[in-house]
């Protein structure tokens, strides 16, 4: 017997009826409703548990972004007509070629009254020739030259130790020989933030990358976040380390601590270390313009980056307790999002909720960091921030480890 198409469509309604009824997923439902999203990713009750330990290194690393690093901007341009006179110090070690280059841009500067004191530190090129030569028709460069056979103490310290004493001017500005002004205004910047109050000044120095290698990259990631740090800290009354590529201070002030006395069995340390010493919410100041800044490059290799990072990460067990809290909070935190992450993708009910979460934290991150970047002149590492961000939460458990059994650096 011949069935009607209408009988046909009630079987085949009827069939795929019974066969919804019995999925698990959709059990209580019927053809008339529809799937929710609950229904398609359930969200099962140890998943809170996993929510709520994601959540807590969520609010505090969005803390550190929205609190500090989003107060990172641009300051204004000098309006200060009092220009005190400032010595510029600057060590430099076998680094002749790098002075050739580089001096003329330092004594180009747009600076009513100032002076250029190089440190010669022991160098074996001919760094010692080219100043003693430069000096006699630049009358604006002064010298120290430190002989490697009678310096047996080779430090750093030293050598700005005895440049500071050379220099005739209260305001110092200290750089390096690598380091480059970005403009003529940058003694100008940096010398009229000095005032009654302020007796140290926070600069930005830039890490140039001269290529798209994932290691400078890397380098211009951990630079930015450590231009965001202690700039950020510094903006809300927390001052903790400056760069010593580009920072100013009174002697009178160096002298209040007993310059580096305090730390001067630790090779490095000569900006961190001896900011922590002196710096309050009163006394410090920050400056962020581009004419202000003084780039230098990154690391060539792997080997020189583990070098510095070994020399940097080596002084920070010496900071202070506080300090040591308040960077310490931030990375674990981000270390644990991820763990918790990774785990809750394989271990949850479904991978999208993780997933979901992993969005929501890393995209207003990523805008912060995108624009300190723009200002700051790091934008390399833009692109890959959150891979980045990965990665550096589990690399610097290896580099902090290495670090801390370290038993000796040198600069």
């Known amino acids: 017997m011949r069935r009607s198409p209408r009988f046909s469509k009630l ?6 009826h019974r066969r919804i009824i019995n999925c698990n997923f959709a059990s209580s439902f019927t053809l008339t409703n529809t799937y929710t999203f609950f229904d398609l990713f359930p969200f099962q009750n140890y998943d809170w548990w996993w929510l709520i330990a994601a959540i807590i290194p969520v609010l505090i690393g969005w803390f550190y972004y929205f609190h500090y690093y989003l107060s990172v901007k641009q300051t204004a341009e000098p309006t200060n007509s009092d220009y005190p006179p400032v010595s510029v110090v600057i060590c430099a070690r076998n680094a002749a070629l790098i002075l050739e ?3 003329p841009l330092w004594l180009e500067q747009d600076y ?3 002076e250029i004191v190089v440190v010669d530190d022991c160098s074996g090129d001919e760094t010692a020739y080219l100043l003693v030569t430069t000096a006699e ?44 002004p970005s403009s003529n205004q940058w003694i100008k910047h940096m010398a009229t933030q000095f005032s009654k109050n302020t007796s140290l000044v926070l600069g930005v120095s830039p890490v140039n990358s001269q290529s798209n290698s994932f290691l400078e990259r890397m380098v211009q990631y951990e630079n930015l976040m ?3 740090n202690y700039l950020g800290m510094s903006i ?14 009174t002697k009178t002030l160096y002298n209040s601590v007993g310059g580096f006395s305090a730390h001067h069995h630790i090779p490095a340390g000569d900006d961190d270390l001896f900011v922590q010493s002196v710096a309050n919410d009163q006394n410090t100041q920050v400056v962020i313009h581009p004419d202000a800044y003084c780039p230098t490059n990154g690391p060539q290799n792997f080997k020189h980056y583990w070098r510095q990072k070994m020399r940097h990460l080596f002084v920070g067990k010496f900071y202070t307790n506080a300090v040591k809290f308040r960077l310490g909070l931030f990375s674990i935190s981000q270390l644990l999002f991820w763990i918790i992450s990774l785990v809750w993708l394989f271990a949850g009910s479904s991978f999208l909720y993780p997933t979901l979460l992993i969005i929501i934290k890393i995209t207003p991150e990523w805008i912060i960091f995108a624009q300190k970047g723009k200002l700051l002149n790091m934008k390399k590492a833009n692109a890959l921030y959150p891979l980045l961000n990965f990665i550096q939460s589990f690399w610097y458990i290896i580099l902090g480890t290495s670090a801390f059994f370290k038993k000796k650096i040198i600069w």
Do not use: W
């Open 101 to 103: 280059r580089n001096l």
């Open 236 to 249: 809300k009354g927390s001052p903790y380390m400056g760069v010593g590529r580009n920072l100013a201070y």
């Open 137 to 180: 028709r630049e009358p604006l460069l002064k010298y120290v030259l430190l002989d490697p056979l009678v310096i047996k103490n080779q430090s750093k310290k030293l050598a700005l130790s005895l440049g500071i004493k050379k220099a005739q001017y209260e305001h110092l500005l200290l750089t390096d020989a690598d380091c480059i």
């Open 11 to 16: 079987i085949l309604y009827e069939f795929l």
């Open 112 to 114: 009513p009254q100032f």
């Open 226 to 228: 450590t231009a965001m």
